[in-house]
């Protein structure tokens, strides 16, 4: 990846919606050689994707939390079993595995704290391995979305 790459991905991570004519003049390329670079940029994974910031307040869910999890067993066959099924729960926004105790961090998103409350008794708390929850609330977002330091 040289200088004209990291270019490219500064300018996607300011306007995923950019044209490729657009990239090109932002950058100073053609649009033939632009092209190229961006399609092998998406081939390579450096782009991952492309998607639209939501609000989240905006659309009802204004309550956030980080849990943090202590596994009854560090196994493989326990970790795999709670990464699957930490997966498919559509209000944990994000799940990391941390070295140490705890053993996860998660953070999830709700309506309202009733939301929250029914999302802990229901989902957090039965998945599989867990010994221990512990949370704590959001009181507001000081960095958010930041992009890559490329």
Known sequence: MDAVDKQILV???????????????RIGLS????HRRLRALE???AIAGYRAH???VALGLSFQALVFVTMRGADR????TFENAVSDLPHVLQ???????PDYLLHVIARDLPAFQEIYDQQLSTLPGVQRLTSTLVMKSVVEGRPLPL
Request: hydrophobic share 35%; glycine share 8%.
């Open 95 to 101: 799940a990391r595995r941390l070295f140490g105790d």
């Open 11 to 25: 300018e996607l991570q300011r306007d995923g919606r950019l044209t490729v004519t657009e990239l090109a003049e």
């Open 43 to 45: 081939r390579s994974g």
């Open 77 to 80: 066959d326990t970790v795999a």
């Open 54 to 56: 939501l609000d989240p």
């Open 31 to 34: 649009l033939s050689p632009c």
